[in-house]
């Protein structure tokens, strides 16, 4: 029987919500890994290297060419609205407000696995295979130390709320860090990304992005909320569309049409229902998205080998930093560990980050593959590893600074 564009479609998107909610609900693996993990997984599962491997024929009619075209145009949508909302919910002034402990913290929980990943990297740069053929090596060792450096505010986000931490004090401190790393990761990519050929371009895409959001928020404050959300999103729409043409990625633009935003514009439950909503309804095909890329192609072994190294130089640097910012302003026992493996999280915005570096071949799928692995195997840490400290330091919840 012949189907058409739509069918296979459509079969595609019943595989992409049902075999990670299926593994999540009846595994029950929501401990270690929530279900947003489970879903990275899954798109790596239904990927060229796993799925594609075993059933070729399968994988080729489902995911053909046409399908995944689709597929990604909603994934692009999907996660410039997830990035648009991480950039609104920055939030800088209670970081200024304690900004000593929070440049101190946040510069160490950067800093620190960011030398330890470019140390990677630099190792990395021994073998063929890992660097991408447009990339200059300060671009690939710069790009996978970021990588090892990256939070995931959204994902901590989440994390935190299945801790019941988020709203408590040192949720809120953890949040103000994680926040500083965030505008620290968009303004390294900019940098990576800088196209010499193009710098005129992407000076003026700044010159004119500074004009139009004084325009753009002196619009905000003077329309009702139900119309800003419509407006933002135009907003959203432009600014990619600018920053992708000057050469600096659309989610570059996206972080940024967020960033300028102020949360005070809109219902604090009406944003945290719609990220919940745009990462339940639209995310999945992202990751599937994501997992589509994945490439084993130098070899299973050594993909695992590289993405176990990235992984112990991101988790021992973050703590390492971490634990170092605890003893310059006297953090009491346990307080940096349960700090270090919270920020630690890596997830969702590791995942979109070394997805900008693949699509300007700075790095190669093999790269990504192991980075994507190193990303998964980071997530799944936290939780098992945060919840025992936190029942055994319950006093540290309520600590202010």
């Not at 514009?265 to 990462?279: G, P, Y």
Request: aromatic residues 12%; proline residues 3%; contains cysteine.
């Amino acid at each position: 029987m012949h189907m058409g564009t739509t069918e296979i479609f459509l079969i595609a998107m019943v595989i992409i919500f049902s075999v990670p909610y299926l593994i999540w609900r009846l595994g029950g693996t929501d401990y270690y890994a929530p279900l947003v993990v489970v879903q990275i997984i899954a798109g790596i599962l239904l990927g060229p290297g796993i799925m594609g491997r075993a059933f070729p024929d399968y994988y080729s009619f489902v995911f053909n060419p046409q399908v995944v075209q689709s597929l990604n145009g909603i994934a692009w949508w999907a996660v410039m609205m997830f990035v648009m909302i991480a950039g609104v919910e920055l939030d800088l002034k209670k970081a200024w407000q304690h900004r000593r402990e929070s440049v101190i913290t946040a510069g160490l929980a950067l800093g620190t696995p960011l030398a330890f990943g470019c140390v990677a990297a630099l190792g990395m740069l021994g073998y063929a295979g890992w660097m991408g053929p447009k990339a200059h090596s300060w671009q690939f060792v710069l790009g996978v130390g970021m990588a090892c450096a990256v939070t995931a505010l959204p994902i901590l986000i989440l994390l935190m709320e299945k801790l019941e931490i988020l709203r408590q004090p040192i949720g809120q401190r953890i949040l103000r860090y994680a926040s500083l790393d965030d505008i620290a990761i968009w303004g390294v990519l900019a940098v990576i990304m800088l196209d010499w050929d193009r710098v005129g371009r992407q000076g003026g895409f700044l010159v004119a992005f500074a004009f139009a959001t004084w325009l753009f928020r002196k619009l905000m404050v003077r329309i009702e909320e139900r119309d800003r959300w419509y407006v933002s999103f135009i907003w959203l729409a432009v600014c990619a569309f600018a920053a992708d043409w000057a050469g600096l990625h659309y989610m570059v633009g996206a972080f940024l049409a967020g960033a300028v935003m102020d949360a005070e514009w809109f219902d604090q439950q009406k944003m945290d229902f719609l990220r919940a909503n745009v990462l339940m309804a639209v995310m999945p095909v992202f990751f599937l998205s994501t997992g589509l890329r994945t490439n084993w192609a130098v070899g299973g072994p050594a993909v695992f080998v590289v993405a176990l190294v990235l992984l112990v130089a991101s988790v021992s640097g973050k703590l390492a930093g971490i634990h170092i910012a605890g003893r310059i302003l006297k953090w009491g026992p346990g307080e940096a560990s349960i700090i270090g493996w919270l920020l630690q999280t890596k997830a969702l915005i590791m995942i979109i980050f070394v997805n900008i570096l693949l699509d300007k071949q700075i790095i190669t799928s093999e790269t990504f593959t192991a980075l994507l692995l190193m990303a998964i195997g980071s997530t799944m840490l936290t939780v098992p590893m945060v919840a025992p400290k936190l029942q055994r330091a319950a006093q540290l919840i309520f600590k202010t600074s």
